[in-house]
């Protein structure tokens, strides 16, 4: 059987080649005094340091319990310090994490858990007002692969204290023979003409779309970055948290899920330097009666995904919000899932009417191709729906 091949972008930075653990432990080497996470609607914060021990405490317990390499581990929670510490714990034991949308009915919730193969779930009690343990129990015996769920808000220091149980010997072994096109994660996308198709996608996959994508973000350990998108969607996993610690910046997390005065409030607070959101994110920002009371000057890049950016909306998000070097990005979940991103630089006109540069993105211009076709082009803006982010 031939060995596997990369095809790689125009770019002289080299594909990372190592797996998300080995890519956190780098960082955490680096940046370990560093802030990591910040999840404000917790009052949660981590350094790197903090956040490695949390992360192998976890994987740890995931190995007392019977999570084996291979096995699939559903994530049914809005946005959480947990959500985060279980997406990496699970890529260190080589466990494949499975995003379930919050917003899932029954219907829903039984034919991802059926489809994936889901052996342990951890969910949130419930969000809004919706029950999660109400639809787990409708559907659990008729989802023959379930052996157990993990609800969060109960039986999280339960699972830490499990890890007392597993050596840090035995967790090292594991570890150890986990290889970058191991896959990882699986994420549900699309649904609107059919049921929903899952992706699987490995740590070489997710973790070089994030790297690239920080790449041109210039991110580095000075910056941090509000993240109001939802984690299980590719937007806030990926691009968000996978490509920060990358980089060693600061995931911040202002609310469980998308309010503009959250996002706003924590901005200031945290003086965050990158903002995430999609166009319509960004209106309900910009239109908040209390926008003025704000002070986002610490701002200067982000993403805005999932839509074509109106050019007089992109205008606003760079002067009154001060995200001059705010970037594009196109993809879809299967491309793991930026496929191009504009630059920090690029004219006002490039940033709204392309979807910019394929990835990798390069450093220098020197490298740079030629712009990507435009929204009027082969690429319609009527193709791209805001409601898949």
């Not at 080299?14 to 999840?39: H, K, S, W």
């Not at 808000?153 to 986990?178: R, T, Y």
Request: some cysteine; hydrophobic content about 40%; aromatic content about 8%.
């Amino acid at each position: 059987m031939p060995l596997p091949s990369y095809a790689h972008g125009a770019s002289p930075v080299p594909l990372l080649g190592e797996t998300i653990g080995a890519n956190l432990r780098r960082t955490v080497e680096q940046f370990g005094g560093r802030d990591a996470l910040v999840v404000r609607h917790q009052d949660f914060r981590a350094t790197y340091t903090e956040l490695w021990e949390l992360v192998a405490r976890a994987a740890r317990g995931l190995i007392a319990r019977g999570v084996e390499a291979g096995d699939r581990v559903g994530i049914w929670a809005p946005n959480r310090f947990e959500w985060v510490v279980l997406q990496y714990a699970t890529a260190r034991i080589g466990a494949i994490l499975v995003n379930i949308n919050p917003a899932y009915k029954a219907i829903e919730l039984e034919y991802a858990l059926n489809k994936s193969g889901v052996a342990l779930l951890c969910l949130a009690r419930g969000f809004r007002q919706t029950d999660y343990l109400a639809i787990l129990s409708e559907v659990q015996d008729r989802c023959p692969a379930l052996r157990a769920a993990l609800v969060i808000d109960d039986d999280w220091n339960a699972l830490l204290a499990d890890a007392d149980s597993v050596s840090e010997e035995q967790f090292a072994e594991i570890e150890s023979k986990l290889q970058f096109d191991d896959p990882v994660n699986i994420q549900y996308t699309s649904g609107t003409t059919g049921f929903p198709k899952g992706a699987t996608l490995s740590h070489h996959n997710i973790l070089n779309n994030a790297f690239f994508t920080a790449e041109g973000l210039g991110y580095t350990e000075r910056d941090r970055v509000c993240i109001p998108v939802p984690f299980y969607h590719c937007f806030g996993m990926v691009l968000g948290n996978l490509a920060c610690t990358t980089h060693g910046a600061c995931i911040v997390v202002p609310a469980e899920s998308f309010d503009p005065l959250a996002a706003l409030e924590t901005v200031q607070q945290e003086r965050c330097t990158s903002l995430y959101g999609v166009p319509t994110m960004f209106i309900a920002e910009l239109n908040h009666p209390r926008f003025g009371e704000f002070d986002l000057s610490s701002l200067r890049t982000g993403i805005t995904a999932g839509a074509p950016c109106p050019i007089e909306v992109m205008k606003l998000i760079q002067t009154r919000m001060h995200m001059r070097e705010i970037t594009n990005v196109c993809g879809m979940t299967e491309t793991s899932p930026a496929s191009t991103q504009t630059g920090r630089d690029d004219p006002l006109e490039k940033r709204v009417a392309t979807v910019g540069r394929p990835f990798p993105t390069p450093r220098s211009k020197s490298s740079i191709p030629q712009q990507a076709p435009s929204f009027r082009g082969a690429f319609r803006a009527s193709n791209v729906r805001a409601g898949t982010w």
